[in-house]
């Protein structure tokens, strides 16, 4: 699977956290936290992107292809690239005056495997590939 040019991927990425900076802001009623928010969210987006290529291109070709096995694995690297992630944005929040909670660390990989899941879940109803559709178009098995 060839990775996607990293204009598409940055104005995709970009233009996604702003609006989550965005409902996270309204819903917050902090506007002026608004540009913080969304550099938080960016993490998740544009690393996120970056954690699916590294499952799609360095994990998956090295695991047997049955669908529990690929399933299992995806939401392990899930778990700890969103653990990772979840810690760079617990630091840029703290850089910027906003108070971290350090123990939650995996509640944050829970968190990204939830996202992905979402986002999965729309990749599905779309008709393309993904955690619940293998690529050749049919549903995993195990």
């Not at 965005?22 to 996120?48: K, M, Q, Y």
């Not at 992107?49 to 669908?67: M, T």
């Amino acid at each position: 699977m060839p990775v996607e040019p990293l204009r598409k991927t940055l104005l995709r990425t970009v233009l996604i956290a702003v609006l989550a900076g965005a409902v996270i802001a309204l819903l917050s009623r902090e506007w002026s936290r608004w540009p913080v928010d969304a550099l938080l969210a960016f993490w998740i987006t544009f690393g996120g992107h970056w954690v699916e290529v590294w499952f799609l291109q360095g994990v998956r070709p090295r695991i047997p292809a049955a669908g529990s096995v690929q399933r299992i694995a995806r939401l392990a690297v899930w778990f700890v690239g969103g653990s990772i992630l979840g810690f760079g944005m617990m630091l840029t929040a703290r850089a910027f005056g906003i108070g971290a909670n350090w123990s939650a660390w995996w509640k944050l990989g829970v968190l990204f495997i939830g996202v992905e899941l979402i986002v999965h879940l729309f990749l599905l109803l779309r008709g393309q590939s993904g955690f619940f559709r293998d690529r050749r178009g049919s549903a995993l098995e195990s």
